[in-house]
């Protein structure tokens, strides 16, 4: 069965840097997008981030453009993304959901979701 | 870049009771709008895509309509297990979700 599993959160001081991982098992990863998806304390999902099956495409929402960057290592079913210059409202849980549908290179639908790992911006 | 307005925020019902859920685009979106449901300390779960099709494993009694820019989520008869938050979402954009709580 289709596994996504995040890891890399935790407690880090504003200005910092944070590095999450998302492994991935049970698909072929090279044939989907993978996307990052955050939620804020008692609040709704903003999308941030997708990667193309084959790394040559990579969007990013308003809120992650020049602080974020995404990547992925097919040889190791891994996404990364990368959190720079992180602020107290980067305080959230951090999915990484993959995409629906095959080979394309904008969101579509997320159809399965890891369990989340916490991001906590604070000094 | 469209925006999602979901309705109600909050919805009270027993279980048994049919639900409606709606999601309004700001312009089309044709048929591609999808609904997810989140229970609390989990992950969301894709219910529904393209707007009427059921995702692997969802229960029969979920069902989505809806294109253009008028959509809509159905419970048919609540289980205990549906009461939740949902949310509708286009592309890089989720609706602001509706809380579907126990009478």
């Known amino acids: 069965q289709v596994q996504l599993v995040e890891s890399g959160g935790g407690v880090v001081q504003p200005g910092r840097s944070l590095r999450l991982s998302c492994a991935a098992s049970?698909?072929?990863?090279?044939?989907?997008?993978i996307h990052w998806v955050r939620q804020a304390p008692g609040k709704g999902l903003e999308w941030l981030t997708l990667i193309s099956h084959d790394e040559d495409t990579k969007y990013y929402a308003d809120s992650a453009k020049g602080r974020f960057t995404i990547s992925r290592d097919n040889s190791k079913n891994t996404v990364y993304l990368q959190m720079n210059s992180l602020r107290s409202e980067d305080t959230a849980v951090y999915y990484c959901?993959?995409?629906?549908?095959?080979?394309?290179?904008?969101?579509?639908?997320?159809?399965?979701w890891g369990q989340g790992t916490l991001v906590t911006v604070s000094s | 870049e469209i925006v999602l307005t979901q309705s109600p925020a909050a919805l009270s019902l027993s279980p048994g009771e049919g639900a409606t859920l709606s999601c309004r685009a700001s312009q089309s979106i044709s048929h591609y709008l999808a609904w997810y449901q989140q229970k609390p300390g989990q992950a969301p779960r894709l219910l529904i895509y393209?707007?009427?099709n059921r995702a692997a494993g969802v229960p029969a009694r979920f069902s989505g309509s809806g294109s253009g820019t008028d959509f809509t989520l159905t419970i048919s008869s609540l289980e205990p297990e549906d009461f939740a938050v949902y949310y509708c979402q286009q592309r890089s954009t989720f609706g602001q979700g509706t809380r579907l709580e126990i009478k």
């Open positions: 049970g698909f072929t990863f090279n044939n989907f997008a």
């Open positions: 393209d707007a009427s």
């Open positions: 959901a993959k995409e629906g549908v095959r080979g394309v290179l904008i969101p579509n639908y997320f159809d399965n």
